[in-house]
């Protein structure tokens, strides 16, 4: 990064037409290979619908006001895991960064249990929380708490020691320390964590929907499933697959614009 505060690109203009012209290979390619495996008839019918087919159920999609409904249903429960589960992901990464002794205690059961599928789990938060949305709130959560955890305790341990030892000097309360020194010299690993965190929760989010809802965009997967509407299925899964991306896409261009400007 210049002194200037130019941004600088990770490389240089004929390598991004080349990348890009890469990605949109790939994507032209796995397109005409989904036709022609379509059209093939090597699968049972209309379980791999053809692109116009999936293109009109998406049309359709957005045309229908029961999707928006079900939509924000589940937007809602993920925004509200994820910001449960990020604010005690964040206050637990925060202390096992800060205490090496606390974190050897305890940072290796985070990392037993963070690869752990966490739908097995869904059971006991139906008995904690009921068949209502809490449960399906409680299991996103609990799937981004590790991710954003082990991020912030990573970031923690990545912090000059020159920048802790000025705070000290300035006899900073620990909130001072916190706020004004540890949050924003690890901004990129707790970003990071959080679009890992996100990621984990849309995906438990939408688990828990198909197995116990009666609302919400897994409850529409599901449904479409079971009536076999496979391109209605796969529209909704495009309308996701978009809205996640866009989502991960926002966030990472918080911590982008917040190095570019520095």
Not at 30 to 50: I, Y
Not at 53 to 80: H, K, M
Not at 138 to 143: E, F
Not at 170 to 179: E, G, L, P, S
Request: with cysteine.
């Amino acid at each position: 990064m210049a002194a200037t505060g130019v941004a600088v690109l990770p490389y240089g203009g004929a390598t991004f037409t080349r990348v890009a012209i890469v990605r949109v290979i790939i994507i032209v390619a796995l397109l005409v290979g989904w036709e022609a495996l379509a059209r093939s008839n090597l699968l049972f019918r209309d379980v791999v619908p053809t692109l116009g087919a999936i293109a009109r159920a998406v049309i359709a999609l957005f045309s229908q006001g029961d999707f928006y409904a079900n939509l924000g249903w589940t937007v809602g429960e993920i925004a509200l895991a994820l910001l449960i589960g990020g604010i005690g992901g964040l206050v637990a990464g925060l202390i096992l960064g800060g205490s090496r002794l606390v974190g050897r205690a305890f940072e290796p059961y985070l990392y037993y249990l963070g690869p752990t599928p966490k739908i097995i789990f869904f059971p006991v938060m139906i008995m904690w929380f009921g068949v209502g949305p809490s449960s399906k709130i409680a299991l996103g959560a609990l799937s981004c708490f590790f991710p954003i955890a082990l991020s912030t305790a990573a970031g923690m341990r990545q912090i000059d020691a020159v920048l802790i030892r000025v705070g000290r000097s300035f006899r900073a309360t620990t909130a001072q320390m916190v706020t004004k020194i540890y949050l924003p010299a690890m901004r990129e690993p707790i970003v990071n964590g959080v679009r890992l965190g996100l990621g984990v929760a849309v995906i438990a989010t939408l688990l828990a929907e198909t197995k116990l809802s009666n609302r919400g965009i897994g409850y529409l997967i599901i449904q479409a499933y079971s009536t076999f509407d496979m391109p209605r299925m796969y529209a909704i899964l495009i309308a996701m697959f978009a809205l996640a991306i866009g989502a991960n896409a926002l966030v990472g261009r918080f911590a982008t614009d917040r190095v570019l400007h520095r």
